[in-house]
């Protein structure tokens, strides 16, 4: 039987409350998804009713739409994501776990896995896989770009639109294009009204820089310690519709790479089904 929704469910991580929403029942395989950057849970709405058997968590990663953001002293570096991720599987008494991760999620995704891989099982990444490394003698220029953006971005108020159909279109025509279908969607869960004004529900300090980013060398580090089958679905009008970096294939060498037809978002759009088919032969 394909899964179906079962409630909203909201986690605690180092004192952010994570929302959540929570498909399929506990006999399923457990799995954490993961969306992309300014996305939220409602990502995978399209796709999840195609698969069988599996116990998805797809989370707001925190200072997205329903979830917390961090306090003013922290930031939004990826590698804070890893501790969020722990947090959800030891909160479901999970010991251990698959990863179904798109864009900036499927980045968080390898690095969990890469992190703990005693606990992943499978590790799904969609058109995305590592983030782009950093050379040494950037640090000090990362820093202060990050400082500046994030003091920058904390006194930014998120655009506020006059009907919700505005706010819709913001998203179709934003830095990603998406289907007006899917904007629909992510719009149901991450955009609020305020005083009749309709605005998209995350942290303006998510579009700041990281203060710190990875290097060649610490990325290497990551992903030759993922032990779990991996596979990258690669849209082909997506971010990634240049050949794969070699290091990928260096690092992951059990790596499956897959090519299939659509935009970055085709999890949420047209290919839903197949993505979502493609996913449930490689998880079981």
Request: charged share 35%.
């Given at each position: 039987m394909p899964i179906e929704f079962v409630q909203h469910r909201t986690f605690e991580s180092n004192g952010v409350q994570l929302a959540a929403k929570e498909w399929g029942n506990p006999e399923g395989k457990p799995v954490i998804a993961l969306h992309g950057w300014l996305d939220n849970a409602n990502s995978f709405d399209k796709m999840l009713p195609f698969l069988e058997g599996m116990h998805v968590i797809a989370v707001d990663m925190a200072g997205h739409s329903q979830s917390g953001f961090r306090s003013v002293d922290s930031g939004y570096d990826i590698w804070q994501d890893i501790a969020d991720v722990l947090a959800i599987s030891q909160q479901m008494n999970w010991d251990s776990f698959a990863l179904l991760g798109h864009s900036r999620g499927a980045i968080v995704s390898a690095l969990v896995a890469g992190t703990f891989p005693e606990l992943v099982t499978h590790s799904l990444l969609i058109d995305s896989y590592f983030p782009i490394p950093n050379k040494p003698a950037n640090a000090a220029a990362q820093l202060a770009k990050a400082i500046t953006d994030s003091q920058k971005f904390r006194a930014f108020k998120p655009s506020a639109f006059n009907t919700m159909a505005d706010a819709v279109n913001a998203r179709v025509n934003g830095f990603v294009p998406l289907q007006e279908a899917a904007a629909v969607i992510?719009?149901?869960?991450?955009?609020?009204?305020?005083?009749?004004?309709?605005?998209?529900?995350?942290?303006?300090r998510l579009k700041a820089s990281s203060m710190v980013t990875f290097t060649k060398d610490q990325c290497e580090s990551f992903f030759t310690s993922i032990k779990c089958p991996i596979m990258l679905i690669k849209a082909e009008s997506g971010l990634l519709s240049g050949p794969i970096q070699p290091q990928l294939l260096d690092w992951v060498p059990h790596i499956e790479v897959v090519s299939m037809a659509g935009s970055h978002h085709l999890h949420l759009e047209d290919q839903a089904e197949q993505v979502a088919h493609k996913a449930q032969q490689f998880f079981v």
């Open positions: 992510l719009a149901e869960r991450g955009v609020v009204e305020v005083d009749g004004k309709f605005s998209w529900r995350n942290d303006q």
